[in-house]
DNA sequence: TTGTAAATGTGAGGAGTGCTCATATTTTAT
DNA sequence: ATAAAATATGAGCACTCCTCACATTTACAA
């Protein structure tokens, strides 16, 4: 019944893009509540197209109180970037969390691209979102940041596999494979479904080459 | 002195996007105008920010002149997209075209990508324009449709350098080459010159091993 | 229960945008 | 010179995100 909210500075940062951290129980059910009906409306008409007035009126809530819980209307789209990010890292991480062979990287890099896929396909918001993000200058840092993230976790695992191999070399193209495995992920879900998996599979036939012993 | 205007239906559609061919020679520079403007405005502070009226002022017109060529904000941004493209695609033509060994397919693919990536190193408003047109899902097709067309033109190479491949593995395989191709340069220019480089280093390194006599 | 201070909710309206349209001006053709 | 067509203009419309002064609810001690 009564909750005491985490009342003084330096207290945990749960949504780090939230005006004011939801303290209450209630609070926090009404953040989650926004942040749905904004998933709803972006599936309907895309997040650009999404208007604050109509966030706020499908949560039930004014205008103001929305504000009070997000900055501006980036801050919406940017806790949604930020959960879905943490979403693929999860899965990224725990794909190659048991790889210690070669032969097991490339088996998991296959089966990790393609839930990749279908965790894109059925969440078409992924897409809207990414797309809103390229174009907010701030938003394409955190993109910049994931794909890092994930570019390291490729490393770790693929040093880790292959231990002959110049590292930054290794850092490198884990980077890059991570990015690109993104970019294709986009691709493939903005055409049709044969076309996007025959995209899937060329973009795992093309870097499963990079996973070979001979080290070039 | 006298300029005929192209007066009747079904004359050369110049450029696309806008609301009025411009027939007369003046209009013709006005155009010319309001994109050199547009340019420097997103060089400055991005397609976003960039304002109509700031567009219109710096170019010493009236709103309204300024929307008697262009429909909306988007077409500016469409056209200089289109001209960008145009751009890159007569470079990887001309790239390609005295191609006649699968060694000098490797030769000119990776030169093409070193001057590529000097283009958009020259060129930022280029990033921002993709920025931008990322964002709109009308530009994002003709995204898509630059890509195709860059796919086709390296998939025609290396079909003829290399007839022995199933065709359908070039297609899907050149048409991502060219995309991630686009994707590395943008991360490359987002980044600071060395690990640039490298990045651009990387994705050639990977993409050539593409290239070789054993199609698997 | 009641009083008080803090937390939270509210929505009219400010500031600023893209874009229109009735009107004025310039060019072209006769 | 004159009519007609093309082009130029900018006040203002519709719509956006977001603020802020104020109302309401909650938390808790007297």
Redesign the pocket.
């Known amino acids: 019944m009564?909750?005491?909210?985490t009342?003084a500075a330096g207290s945990i940062e749960e949504e780090p893009g939230l005006r004011?951290t939801?303290?209450?129980k209630?609070?926090r059910e009404?953040v989650e509540n926004i942040l749905s009906c904004a998933i709803r409306l972006i599936e309907e008409k895309g997040s650009d197209a999404?208007?604050?007035?109509e966030v706020a009126a499908m949560a039930g809530?004014?205008?103001?109180?929305l504000?009070?819980y997000f900055?501006?209307?980036?801050a919406i789209v940017r806790t949604l970037a930020e959960r879905y990010n943490a979403a693929s890292r999860d899965c990224i991480a725990s794909e190659f969390a048991k790889v210690t062979t070669l032969a097991e990287l490339r088996c998991a890099f296959s089966a990790l691209f393609d839930t990749y896929y279908d965790m894109f396909l059925a969440e078409p918001v992924m897409r809207d979102i990414w797309s809103a993000m390229q174009a907010d200058k701030t938003l394409r840092k955190l993109e910049l940041a994931e794909s890092r993230a994930n570019g390291c976790l490729l490393a770790e695992t693929w040093a880790r596999v292959q231990p002959g191999t110049p590292r930054e070399r290794i850092d490198d193209a884990a980077f890059l494979i991570m990015h690109l495995g993104e970019c294709t992920m986009r691709v493939a879900v903005s055409v049709d479904r044969p076309e996007g998996g025959r995209i899937v599979a060329a973009y795992k036939h093309m870097i499963l080459r990079e996973f070979v012993a001979d080290a070039t």
Do not use: C, L, T, V
């Open positions: 009564i909750e005491e909210q009342p004011r939801p303290s209450q209630r609070s009404r999404m208007r604050m007035s809530i004014s205008i103001g109180s504000y009070q900055p501006d209307k980036a």
